[in-house]
C-alpha cells in the first residue's frame, strides 16, 4: 500500500482557496468584488445547473460575454462540471460564431444581452445546443436569465471525476491567416503551463493583478490564472481604456499585469500617466505580439519595474526575456521556459547552427493535444527530428545567438518574395516605427510588374506629431533600410485590423490590395 494523490487542477484551486483564505478577494470588476468563497459556491452553482441541463463531462459550454466576475465563475463553473470551456471572441462576426459554435459542438451558451440580441435568428443553425443563458441588466426575450438560473441551483460541489488527461478547453484561435482553428488543451498540461508562467513572471500570494483583455483572450487566461496558482486577486476590467486601467493600478495598488504592446504604448501616450501613478507595480508582461525596442526602452524607463517579454503560442511553447538578460539583447525575445525547447529548421526541414534564420519549431511540457475537428491542420505543424522526437511547427522565423537567445524575424506567411529575394516586414517596421509621426506600422507585400512583389507600409499616425507628407516619411524611411527592403509606398490609416492578442490581421489588409 501507498500514497496516492491527484495533483490539484485549476478548478480545485478554487476550492482550496476558498477553504483556507474563504474572505479574501479573488476577482473584482467595476461592479462588484468575489471572495475566493463567494467564488467557489458560485462556480459550484454554476456546475450543478449545467449538469441539470444535460451537460455531460467532456461536453462543449460556450461562453460569449465581455469581462466580469460572473464570467469568471461561469468558467469554473464548466470545468468543475466536466465540461470543456469555449470562450469566443467579441469581434467575430455572427456567421463566423456560428461556425465555431457547430465546430465545437455547444450544449450550452452564455452570453450578455447585447449578444443575445445580435445571435437570436441564428440559435436555431446551432444544431447541438441544449440551452442559451443570459446575463444583463437587458434580458431579452427567450433564455433563462443568468442570476436567476445560478441562484436557483443546489451549491454543493459536484461530485465529477474529472483527470488530468481530460480536454479543458477549445480556445479558437486569433485567425491572422484566415479560418480559426480550434485549439484544444487537457487540464494537466494547462495547469503546467500556469505554474511555469507564474515562476517566470514573478507571482506570489500578495500578487493583484491585471485583466484589460478578453477573457478569450489566452493572454487573459495567463492574467487570471497564475493569479489563482498563488491566491492572489485579480482585477477584471470589462474594456481596455489607458485612464481607466490606470486609476485602477492606483485604486488597488497593481502589482502584475500582463498586456499586448499596443496597450502598453496607449498608456504612455495617456495624459494620465505618470511613473508615480503607476509605483505599485513590480513585474509586467508584453506578449501577443512583437514588442519594438524603442517602445520596451519606453516601458523600462517609465514603469521602474520589472519588465518581462513573452514570446509564445496558445498551442503551447513560451520564452522569456528576463529584466537581468535585456542589457545588449534588447531584440531578443530570450530563452525557453521551464520544460521547453526550441531549434531553428531551413526550408528543407535542416536543422540550421546558432546564427541562421529560419523557421522555429518548439518542444513543450503544455502542448495542445490538437486542433479540433481538423487532423490535417494537426498534422502539417508536426516536425519529427532523427532521433523521432516531436516538435511544433511555429510559422515563425527567428534567429538564435551564439549564447541561445531567440530573435523574431517575422511570420513565414508574411514573408516578402521581391526579385527573388526574401524580405521581412518585421525588418521595415522596426525602422518606421521609430519615425516620430508613426503611432503604428505594419508592412505587406504587394504585387508588382517588374519584381512580382514590393512592400508597401500601412501606417497610423501619431497623434502628437502630426504626419505632414508620406513622401517624407517614404523617403526617411527607405533611407534607412536595406537596397532590396525600400518600400514602393506609404498609404495612412486611422487604424490596423488586429486580433485579440494584439496581432495585425495582414491577410485582411493583404485582402484590400489584391481584390
Known amino acids: 500500500m501507498q500514497f496516492d494523490i491527484k495533483a490539484p487542477l485549476l478548478h480545485d484551486m478554487i476550492s482550496l482557496h476558498s477553504k483556507w483564505y474563504p474572505q479574501k478577494p ?54 468543475k462540471a466536466g465540461a470543456v470551456i469555449v470562450p469566443l471572441n467579441l469581434a467575430v462576426n455572427t456567421d463566423g460564431l456560428v461556425t465555431m459554435l457547430n465546430d465545437a459542438t455547444a450544449k450550452v451558451l452564455f452570453f450578455t444581452s447585447a449578444e443575445q440580441s445580435r445571435l437570436a435568428s441564428r440559435l436555431p443553425e446551432i444544431t447541438t445546443l441544449n440551452a442559451h443563458i443570459t446575463h444583463g441588466t437587458e434580458h431579452v426575450n427567450s433564455g433563462a436569465c443568468y442570476i436567476d438560473w445560478r441562484d436557483s441551483q443546489t451549491q454543493h460541489k459536484p461530485r465529477i471525476s ?13 485567425g491572422t491567416t484566415g479560418q480559426p482553428k480550434g485549439i484544444k488543451h487537457i487540464h494537466g498540461r494547462r495547469v503546467q503551463s500556469m505554474y511555469e508562467l507564474a515562476l517566470a513572471h514573478r507571482y506570489h500570494f500578495g500578487v493583484v493583478s491585471i485583466c484589460p483583455i478578453g477573457l478569450y483572450s489566452n493572454i487573459a487566461w495567463a492574467s487570471l490564472f497564475c493569479t489563482l496558482i498563488v491566491g492572489g486577486t485579480c482585477i477584471v476590467q470589462n474594456n481596455f481604456n489607458p485612464e481607466s486601467w490606470i486609476k485602477a493600478v ?4 497593481v502589482t ?51 519588465v518581462i517579454e513573452l514570446y509564445g503560442l496558445t498551442e503551447g511553447f513560451m520564452t522569456t526575456l528576463q529584466p537581468e538578460e535585456v542589457e545588449g539583447r534588447l531584440g531578443s525575445v530570450g530563452k525557453p521556459v521551464r ?24 518542444r513543450s511540457i503544455h502542448w495542445m493535444t490538437e486542433y479540433h475537428n481538423r487532423p490535417e491542420a494537426t498534422k502539417d505543424t508536426m516536425y519529427f527530428d532523427a532521433d523521432g522526437l516531436q516538435w511544433l511547427r511555429t510559422g515563425d522565423v527567428g534567429k538564435i545567438d551564439d549564447e541561445g537567445y531567440l530573435y523574431i524575424v517575422g511570420r513565414k506567411k508574411d514573408m516578402i518574395l521581391s526579385g527573388g529575394q526574401n524580405i521581412y516586414p518585421a525588418d521595415i517596421e522596426s525602422v518606421a516605427i521609430q519615425h516620430p509621426s508613426v503611432s503604428e506600422v505594419a508592412v505587406i507585400g504587394i504585387p508588382d510588374e517588374k519584381w512580382g512583389e514590393t512592400p508597401l507600409a500601412i501606417v497610423v499616425p501619431s497623434d502628437h506629431n502630426k504626419l505632414t507628407s508620406t513622401d517624407d516619411l517614404l523617403s526617411w524611411i527607405n533611407d534607412r533600410v536595406g537596397k532590396r527592403q525600400k518600400v514602393k509606398r506609404v498609404d495612412l490609416r486611422s487604424e490596423l485590423p488586429r486580433n485579440p492578442n494584439g496581432k495585425i490581421l495582414k491577410h485582411q489588409l493583404k485582402a484590400d490590395y489584391t481584390a
Not at 454554476?46 to 461562453?63: H, M, T
Not at 474529472?162 to 479558437?172: G, K, Q, V
Not at 492606483?250 to 495598488?253: L, P, T, V
Request: glycine letters at 8%.
Open 256 to 306: 502584475h499585469t500582463m498586456m499586448v504592446p499596443l496597450q502598453f504604448q496607449k498608456i504612455l501616450e495617456a495624459s494620465y500617466f505618470s511613473s508615480e501613478a503607476v509605483a505599485s507595480l513590480e513585474a509586467i508582461i508584453s506578449g501577443g505580439s512583437p514588442l519594438f525596442e524603442n517602445l520596451k526602452k519606453q516601458i523600462i524607463e517609465e514603469f521602474g519595474c520589472a
Open 339 to 362: 520544460g521547453h525547447d526550441y531549434l531553428i529548421l531551413d526550408d528543407n526541414d535542416k536543422e540550421l547552427n546558432w546564427g541562421n534564420e529560419g523557421e522555429i519549431c518548439a
Open 162 to 174: 474529472i483527470d488530468a488527461d481530460d480536454t479543458c478547453n477549445i480556445i479558437y484561435s486569433s
Open 26 to 79: 479573488a476577482f473584482i470588476d467595476e461592479v462588484r468584488s468575489l471572495s475566493w468563497r463567494e467564488a467557489d459556491v458560485n462556480s459550484n452553482a454554476v456546475a450543478n445547473g449545467l449538469i441539470a441541463l444535460g451537460v455531460n463531462k467532456g461536453d462543449s459550454v460556450a461562453v460569449l460575454m465581455s469581462n466580469c466576475v460572473e464570467y469568471v465563475e461561469i468558467m469554473f463553473g464548466i470545468l
Open 250 to 253: 492606483e485604486k488597488y495598488g
